[in-house]
């Protein structure tokens, strides 16, 4: 039988000292940087790019959609899809197309976003 405490003493913070935490960390940083350039033109705050959730339902609103529609990123096949709608009309906002949206904001998020926040693109909410 397994002792409660050598249960949990293995998974104190090791994990984020494996070599894929450390990778989780840096891309997770790079997401939050890119992010808060986008908020940033879209007339959000910048800073909420760095709070994990909350990102999220912003980037929504974002994409011209409310708020609440970000809890259709709980639903397992609805939130795959809700995303490349999102990633969609948010490079719509910024005068991208469809492909190079899928592409880079839903495939590869951080270069796309990295270049939609530092690049020449302007926000125009989209309709």
Do not use: Q
């Amino acid at each position: 039988m397994l002792d409660a405490n050598t249960i949990t003493s293995g998974a104190d913070l090791t994990a984020l000292y494996s070599t894929s935490g450390v990778i989780a960390l840096v891309w997770y940083v790079l997401v939050a940087v890119a992010l808060w350039r986008v908020f940033d033109k879209a007339g959000y705050p910048g800073i909420l790019a760095i709070i994990p959730i909350v990102n999220v339902f912003v980037l929504v609103k974002v994409a011209g959609y409310s708020a609440w529609l970000g809890l259709l990123y709980l639903i397992p096949i609805v939130g795959w899809i809700f995303s490349i709608v999102v990633a969609v009309r948010v490079g719509r906002g910024f005068g991208k197309g469809g492909a190079w949206s899928f592409f880079l904001l839903w495939l590869v998020a951080f270069v796309g976003y990295f270049i939609l926040g530092f690049g020449r693109a302007t926000y125009t909410k989209p309709v």
